[in-house]
């Protein structure tokens, strides 16, 4: 009979059975991780849709760069919440589009010549911002009241 999985539980790594498939998630998986580690210092970059596409690949590819990522003091635990329950940590998720809202409208006023190009900033913005924003945070606060 299965047993309930425990809610601290993170799913294992189940690695591809083709090398060459695996080989390409480790370079993919390797690349994502790169850019989110840029996007730390680069806030107009997202850090934690990176880290995540990282740690997917990372878990089809190699158990050794999963676990990895898992330990991580940094990325580890926006990675656990994301795959225990398909969340993003409330202060995390108002950061990202704090720096990201802040970036692209500092972006926005630099392109003042080109008006298809802050039009596009803006649609990708807030395109970004709403994704975001619809994904579920489990510590959110409560509205008193």
Request: a positive charge; charged letters at 15%.
């Amino acid at each position: 009979m299965n047993e309930p999985e425990k809610p601290w539980h993170i799913p294992d790594a189940q690695l591809h059975p083709s090398l060459l498939v695996r080989m390409v998630l480790l370079a993919l998986g390797s690349i994502a991780l790169l850019l989110g580690i840029i996007g730390i210092f680069l806030p107009g970059l997202p850090t934690t849709p990176f880290i995540l596409v990282a740690a997917a690949c990372y878990a089809r590819a190699s158990e050794r760069f999963y676990h990895w990522l898992l330990r991580n003091p940094t990325f580890g635990p926006l990675i656990s919440e994301w795959r225990r329950h398909r969340s993003i940590p409330w202060r995390v998720k108002w950061l990202a589009i704090t720096l990201m809202s802040l970036t692209i409208c500092a972006s926005i006023w630099s392109f003042s010549g080109k008006a298809w190009l802050q039009v596009m900033l803006a649609v990708i913005g807030v395109s970004t911002a709403i994704w975001l924003w619809r994904i579920p945070s489990r510590d959110r606060p409560r509205r008193q009241g």
